[in-house]
């Protein structure tokens, strides 16, 4: 009886399961690297820092770090079959710290990327109004300083008063945000902003609520439409006058701005979020693949993928901005912006300077959506999958899964109200400037390449790469992951705090300096997780500290196993079993 219910048990813990098919693996991989990064960050650095000649350091990075990286992590993912945490219990038990600090960096991802989706379904719903409410100043929240840039000649006036702003600035900091004087300041919660965050967590909470069965059923529609968007959006831009002075802006080169180390920093930092690589993503996602499948190709294409959509988006976003300059007769350095400053100032005014400005805004808001919603979810799964791996008797069994990211959810929601008040900007820019910094990731970096390449031994991923895809790895990715990877991560990284900058708000608002304690302790929360465990581990081991040393930088024997060394000492029990019983 006992034995019965034992089994009954052990059958109501579910699969773990595996994607539906290869098309599913590729747009989910696809739609998580593919983001707001490539459309709002990396056209203003490519023309910040140079234009054609910033292309040679993000170059760099992406053969030395970018690219090797990437196969690393969907490498190791795909032959333990396990998240961003267990897969280092099988390959290298003393860093199994980098897989809970990439777990907190995605954590804290998590509770700030959806705000920024839900400003833009806010500015999708007011796309639909008559007239673009900020595309004039005869609005309620309008100041006396309000400029209309719809109205020729209205430039002048606006370069002319040092205290003029843009009617689409006025609408986002007074009409969206509300913003208020500072931290301290926190008000009221916006109402609207957060029945647009409501609308979204339940969005996300239904893309993944079954796994990766619901999770790469959606990916065929949100990976997919942005591209069409984006399309349209390129086409429409490059027909606008002053769309190819745009361009050139964009691309022109400056080479002497390669001898400036921030360039370089910048490239890094694009490389690193752009390809989602240290955090973990990427070995949740390569482990719902079969073993077998070609992790090696699939990797090389989803950069150049990523890399190009960059570019891609460069020519629609500066065309657009071209035409914006060419219509108010003032420099393209001036209405050139990153992050959003250009999601929902700079492009939302230019589109309200358009012919048919409503659907060029439900245009450009739906692509923003669609492409935050793939990083947003695919996020949530790999914390989601993480967890359950540590804790697969648990959580692996019917409704746990749900209730467990339904919890999460809620988690999340109410730790972040705080950045929907009218302070909550000033809150939401500072997890977004510590706690997702880039020099968190590329301390993970460093000492991933480092613990994969060193400890558990270059020639072993050779081995499995060539057992998993049977094609044998280019050696240039041995010498990246013994040598330039870590490297180059640990340069930028020590660059990266040489050049810390205290973070503000709009050029003129200074945080306290408690905020700045707080931004510091996000930021080494997932830096300390890295030592704190390796520490802990050695510290409860058994024998000596040798002895603990060498046991934690030992893979689980049967990690060591490819399929075909597995496949061969099972045929060899079994002609021992044959042999035995005759």
């Not at 267990?86 to 038990?93: F, G, H, M, Q």
Request: glycine share 8%.
């Amino acid at each position: 009886m006992e034995k019965q219910c034992a089994t009954q048990n052990k059958q109501e813990v579910t699969e773990r399961g595996h994607w539906g098919s290869k098309v599913e693996f590729l747009l989910a991989v696809a739609g998580n690297v593919v983001g707001l990064g490539n459309v709002w960050r990396f056209p203003y650095l490519c023309y910040k820092n140079g234009g054609g000649a910033f292309l040679v350091p993000y170059v760099v990075f992406v053969v030395t770090c970018g690219v090797p990286l990437f196969l690393l992590e969907t490498s190791i993912g795909q032959f333990s079959q396990e998240g961003s945490v267990t897969c280092w219990r099988k390959l290298c038990p003393l860093a199994e710290g980098i897989g809970y600090g990439g777990l907190l960096i995605l954590l804290y991802s998590c509770m700030t990327y959806i705000i920024i989706l839900s400003w833009a379904l806010l500015y999708l719903v007011f796309s639909f109004s008559s007239q673009l409410p900020w595309s004039n100043c005869d609005n309620y929240w309008n100041t006396d300083d309000c400029v209309d840039f719809t109205i020729r000649n209205n430039s002048m006036k606006w370069t002319n008063k040092t205290n003029s702003t843009s009617a689409s600035t006025e609408f986002w900091e007074r009409r969206v945000l509300a913003i208020s004087g500072g931290l301290e300041e926190l008000g009221s919660i916006r109402w609207e902003v957060l029945l647009c965050l409501i609308v979204m967590w339940i969005t996300c909470y239904f893309c993944i609520w079954k796994g990766v069965k619901s999770t790469g059923k959606v990916v065929y529609f949100t990976a997919t439409f942005p591209y069409v968007m984006l399309l349209i959006l390129l086409i429409r831009g490059l027909s606008l006058p002053g769309a190819l002075q745009g361009v050139a802006f964009y691309l022109l080169p400056e080479p002497s701005r390669l001898t400036d180390p921030q360039v370089w920093m910048e490239a890094g930092a694009q490389i690193f979020f752009s390809y989602s690589v240290g955090v973990g993503s990427l070995t949740v996602l390569g482990s719902y693949n079969q073993y077998n499948n070609n992790c090696y190709r699939d990797c090389l294409w989803l950069c150049l993928l990523n890399s190009g959509t960059s570019l891609v988006a460069g020519f629609a976003v500066f065309s657009v901005l071209g035409f914006m300059a060419h219509e108010q007769g003032i420099p393209i350095s001036e209405v050139a912006e990153s992050g959003p400053g250009l999601a929902f100032i700079a492009y939302p005014q230019a589109v309200a300077m358009m012919p048919l400005p409503q659907l060029w805004s439900i245009c450009f808001f739906i692509m923003l959506i669609l492409l935050g919603l793939d990083t947003q979810f695919v996020a949530m799964e790999v914390v989601m999958t993480s967890i359950t791996d540590m804790f697969p008797t648990v959580i692996r069994k019917a409704g746990r899964r749900e209730c467990l990211l339904l919890f999460f959810c809620l988690i999340c929601f109410f730790s972040q109200l705080v950045m929907i008040t009218e302070g909550g900007m000033y809150v939401f820019q500072l997890f977004d400037y510590y706690a997702c910094n880039g020099c968190c990731i590329l301390f993970l970096a460093v000492f991933e390449s480092l613990a994969l390449g060193w400890i558990f031994g270059v020639q072993r991923l050779y081995d499995i790469i060539k057992d998993m895809t049977g094609v044998r790895t280019n050696v240039f990715f041995k010498v990246c992951w013994l040598y330039l990877t870590p490297l180059v991560s640990l340069v930028s990284f020590i660059w990266s705090l040489i050049e810390y900058q205290p973070l503000t708000f709009n050029r003129w608002y200074v945080y306290p300096d408690w905020a700045y304690k707080l931004g510091w302790t996000f930021a080494l929360s997932s830096i300390l997780l890295v030592p704190g465990c390796a520490l802990y581990k050695l510290g409860h081991g058994t024998g000596s500290l040798r002895q603990r040393l060498h046991h934690l930088c030992q893979p689980e024997p049967i990690s060591l196993l490819t399929k075909v060394r597995e496949a061969e000492l099972q045929h060899i029990a079994d002609e021992e079993v044959q042999l035995s019983t005759v």
